[in-house]
């Protein structure tokens, strides 16, 4: 059982920053990639980005490519998001994964995560 808790998110303007932050306690000692993904409201779930268990596969979706970093603090069990350049269509609750089966991998797809935090509101006014 991996236990994750997002934190971070908040109110920011248009072309603000934020960073994101998922700490992982429980069953943290196998290696996992995870995930960061986000849900307007009325919308479906949305892939933001993944970061593999090595962090040397990271993968984001073009919506935030070029904008969004996700980086990993293996000894803190915490991987981030930084979140540059927000744009009101970032609005939304922001969730992290993590995925067991594939470390290796930074997938895309939320059905290939395992454990899911309860996620963390982000509201971009402009």
């Known amino acids: 059982q991996v236990h994750l808790v997002e934190s971070g998110g908040g109110l920011v303007q248009a072309g603000g920053s934020l960073r994101l932050s998922c700490a992982a306690s429980g069953r943290t000692y196998r290696p996992v990639a995870v995930g960061w993904f986000r849900q307007a409201p009325g919308k479906e779930r949305e892939f933001v980005g993944a970061i593999n268990s090595r962090g040397s596969t990271i993968n984001y979706s073009d919506s935030v490519k070029g904008r969004f970093t996700i980086s990993k603090d293996n000894a803190k069990n915490t991987v981030y998001l930084q979140m540059n350049s927000l744009k009101p269509e970032d609005t939304a609750v922001y969730y992290c994964?993590?995925?067991?089966?594939?470390?290796?991998?930074?997938?895309?797809?939320?059905?290939?995560?395992?454990?899911w935090g309860l996620g963390t509101q982000v509201t971009v006014s402009s």
């Open positions: 994964a993590v995925d067991i089966d594939r470390p290796w991998a930074a997938a895309e797809v939320g059905n290939d995560y395992d454990y």
